[in-house]
């Protein structure tokens, strides 16, 4: 490195963590940290600092919680900073061009995902839903599209039948870590040049919605358990019993057939094909726990249908 980089870091939630540790590590001069401002969280509805915030303040940087990067003041603020680069990730506000364009080296995004496939909020999560082999990170230049920005370097990993949304996450987190380090001294020694997306292969991936988990029993017991999957930990896949959300956080396809919604003995459940085993589950209110001692202390009998 010829000379340390002025670099803005924008990020919020825990996936933004591991790319903040590895541009301290650079040496860079991270002359301030963006994230969102403080949430109500919990019971007592406290104010709540996201991890990138917990993070930055432990690390001593300077964290500014913009509400809206529309404002002028909060635009003319960040020109200020007189930036090479700001690195983006999983951040949470749009950027307008004024903030585009204030760094030397305009704004790099770390996407959960291999552009153009999985534009959107929620790349992790519909990238196993969805049944893809394979996911990965992409470096991209950003522009005022949702991730339409120019492409500067990808990565790419499998996506197995264990693969969960945590796991993906956690993955993903670091391989993203290492890539934008890489990219950043290709981008100031030349080397990388960014290219425009590929016209196809475009899909998105909208936010997500508590009720996407809802289990629908009609689905294959594949479907549903890369559902199960996709969720897991959160916000869950799920099935209604009475009054009660019903988590399902492990399960595992196997060969049987009966009526859609049909409960078997040790908390299977016929599917529109095949079967799914539920293997971790968990009521509102209490710990996750395996099916058996699930059973052992709420009660849903075989023959149940559930809807």
């Known amino acids: 490195m010829n000379h340390p980089l002025r670099v803005a870091f924008m990020g919020t939630p825990d996936f933004a963590v591991p790319i903040l540790k590895a541009l301290v590590k650079t040496g860079h001069q991270i002359v301030a940290v963006y994230c969102q401002p403080p949430r109500n969280a919990g019971r007592g509805q406290k104010k709540r600092l996201s991890p ?40 949470g506000l749009i950027l307008p061009k004024t903030i585009l364009r204030a760094p030397i080296n305009g704004c790099l995004n770390v996407h959960a995902s291999l552009l153009p496939r999985w534009r959107g909020a929620a790349p992790i999560q519909r990238s196993i839903l969805a049944g893809d082999r394979e996911t990965g990170v992409t470096i991209m230049q950003m522009d005022q599209g949702l991730d339409t920005g120019p492409i500067l370097i990808k990565e790419r990993i499998p996506i197995t039948a264990k693969t969960t949304g945590q796991s993906l996450h956690d993955q993903l987190s670091v391989m993203g870590a290492s890539l934008i380090i890489e990219a950043l001294s290709g981008v100031i020694s030349g080397v990388l040049k960014p290219l425009p997306q590929p016209r196809h292969g475009i899909c998105y991936a909208p936010k997500l919605d508590r009720n996407d988990g809802c289990i629908n029993w009609k689905m294959t017991s594949q479907e549903i358990d890369r559902q199960v999957r996709a969720f897991s930990p959160s916000p869950g896949a799920w099935f209604k019993y009475g009054k009660d959300r019903i988590k399902v956080l492990k399960s595992k396809p196997v060969d049987g057939s009966g009526v859609p919604g049909l409960v078997l003995e040790g908390l299977a459940v016929s599917c529109g094909e095949g079967v799914l085993q539920l293997e971790i589950v968990q009521r509102p209110g209490k710990v996750p726990m395996d099916a058996t001692e699930f059973l052992n202390g709420y009660d849903i009998p075989p023959g149940t249908i559930l809807v």
Do not use: I, M, W
Not at 62 to 84: A, G, W
């Open 52 to 91: 990138v915030h917990l993070e930055a303040l432990e690390q001593g940087y300077e964290v500014r919680v913009p509400t809206d990067l529309q404002n002028k003041n909060v635009q003319e603020s960040f020109q200020d900073l007189n930036l090479d680069v700001a690195v983006v990730a999983a951040y």
